[in-house]
């Protein structure tokens, strides 16, 4: 009878939020921390950007670097979690723009998600390629060299693989993102005990919390930026705990565990990244031949400390949690895409709105896999692809940060006035959302900037192989969704639409009953 009445409290606070109970409502609270734990992922953003850490100042970047950014990113997690809790639906943070702002901020703050939702997919799965490439350089020696085509041909398979799970084995997936929770606390432990234990050599306490390493081009004068350069490590792994608001409209007690499940994922990250950050820092045997690995700086980290037979295992490990983190990144991508399509803000949005016999957005899976090929596509043309993977990170990191912005900065202006659901900030709302904001802001104009004097478009060693196109996307990906809210988009789109009375939201749910029509879009869309 409990677990009657807490489905039926969930029911009636999504019809109250104007929808249909049409995704199925079977996730557990822990499984929904479970989802944004696996996207944050410390075994794929803390490892696979970690070239870009140790390159841009170095030790000190793991020692202060992720402790710095991991206080910032709670601070948003918590600001966010608060609205999450009001408003327990698929569209996460463009229905609570359109709820606390209107139609227009509820536009960008959907587009915007939706290409981060694009880019950290792309990011989690090239970054994926990259390590499962060093791993078949292990196991096979001679036959993988970790060519840029080389680890693209790798991407492609990954992100199939990924949108098959998510089209045809639900229950496959829903039990691999229980797993990753454990996968990826227990692999931390494990890497970071023979990191400890094996190696003969550790480099020292001083050493880790005092040594600078400046590796990007820039002169010594220019360290301070360089720095703040390195905090993309940190600020990039911390993305995608969005997925527990998008995942609400399948979580039971959603209001509470939608809110818990963004607040948990980024605690326990922060505490299990820390360590494994460490721990692969204090295991360098040469900072000349890490820092020159270039993506492949972990391995080579593996390789010195631990030899080659147990570098396998390690790698092994990190490829596991990377493939359960890109899995889930396509999961809560096409939920997104899906709940934006059903308020018809896409192009084509009756075919990404569409519900398989399974209950799934399948066309929606199907266009995040592509479009999240196609954003990191340029690396095939690079020498190792640290520049282009460098800024798919940065157009993720930019557009999910300023998505999750935008509500908080609207909660603000609401003040005391707004009612927040059954988890609450209560009057310490002003301070966190202020420092939220002024966060997000910082991170948008610094991840944009350019990589290395190479990428400086007046410099005269200027290259486009070294250009930082991030400001291209995020500038771009402006400029076309303002123009077309301008031209077209603010005469059509009114933000959420409300799918019925009652009695018709419980005919479009008949559908998913046995013996409905599944696998079409309600006429109501």
């Not at 792994?237 to 979580?251: F, I, P, Q, V």
């Not at 460490?278 to 972990?298: E, N, R, S």
């Not at 990428?455 to 402006?478: E, K, Q, R």
């Amino acid at each position: 009878m409990e677990v009657s009445h807490g489905h039926d409290k969930d029911t009636r606070m999504l019809h109250a939020l104007g929808y249909a109970q049409e995704l199925s409502r079977k996730m557990s609270g822990f499984s929904n921390f479970a989802i944004s734990f696996t996207i944050i992922s410390i075994l794929s953003g803390t490892l696979t950007l970690y070239y870009q850490g140790i390159n841009y100042g170095g030790p000190v970047m793991e020692a202060y670097g992720w402790p710095v950014v991991s206080f910032f990113v709670l601070i948003v997690g918590l600001g966010m979690a608060e609205i999450a809790s009001k408003y327990p639906t698929a569209g996460g943070l463009y229905y609570w723009s359109s709820k606390l702002g209107g139609a227009g901020w509820g536009w960008f703050t959907g587009w915007f998600n939706l290409i981060g939702q694009i880019a950290i997919t792309a990011g989690i799965d090239y970054g994926a390629a990259v390590f499962t490439d060093a791993l078949l350089q292990l196991l096979w020696p001679g036959t993988f060299d970790g060519n840029s085509h080389e680890v693209i041909y790798v991407y492609a398979a990954i992100l199939a693989a990924h949108a098959l799970m998510n089209i045809f084995s639900v229950k496959l997936v829903a039990l691999l993102n229980d797993i990753s929770v454990w996968w990826h606390c227990l692999g931390v432990l494990i890497i970071v005990a023979f990191l400890v234990f094996k190696p003969d050599h550790h480099q020292s306490v001083g050493t880790v919390f005092s040594k600078t390493i400046n590796n990007s081009g820039f002169s010594h004068a220019w360290i301070w930026y360089v720095l703040l350069l390195g905090l993309l490590q940190a600020q990039y792994t911390y993305t995608g705990y969005d997925a527990s608001a998008h995942m609400s409209e399948e979580t039971k007690g959603a209001s509470r565990a939608a809110a818990r499940g963004v607040v948990m994922s980024i605690v326990v990250s922060a505490v299990f990244g820390y360590i494994l950050a460490l721990g692969v820092t204090f295991a360098i045997q040469d900072f000349k031949a890490t820092g020159g690995a270039g993506t492949f700086a972990v391995k080579q980290v593996f390789l010195d400390s631990l030899g080659t037979t147990t570098a396998k295992v390690m790698l092994f490990i990190t490829v596991g949690a990377q493939f359960y983190c890109g899995m889930s990144s396509i999961t809560s991508a096409s939920r997104m895409m899906y709940a934006f399509s059903r308020d018809r803000a896409v192009p084509g949005h009756q075919l990404w709105r569409r519900l398989n016999a399974q209950r799934v957005p399948y066309f929606a899976a199907i266009a995040i896999a592509v479009l999240a090929f196609l954003a990191a596509f340029p690396a095939y043309f690079g020498t190792n692809g640290a520049v282009a993977y460098a800024a798919v990170t940065s157009i993720a990191t930019i557009g999910l940060y300023i998505a999750y912005a935008i509500p908080i900065f609207l909660r603000l202006r609401h003040g005391d006035a707004w009612e927040p659901g059954d988890w609450s900030l209560g009057r310490h709302y002003r301070w966190i959302g202020t420092i939220a904001c002024v966060w997000v802001a910082f991170i948008a104009i610094l991840f944009i900037l350019p990589l290395s004097p190479a990428g400086v478009p007046w410099n005269d060693s200027f290259t486009w192989v070294s250009f930082n196109y991030a400001p291209i996307a995020v500038l771009g990906t402006f400029a076309l969704v303002g123009g077309w809210w301008l031209l077209s988009a603010r005469n059509w789109f009114t933000g959420p639409i409300a799918q019925g009375s009652e009695e018709e939201l419980a005919r479009i749910e008949a559908q998913y009953e046995p013996g409905g029509a599944t696998g079409t879009a309600p006429s109501s869309a």
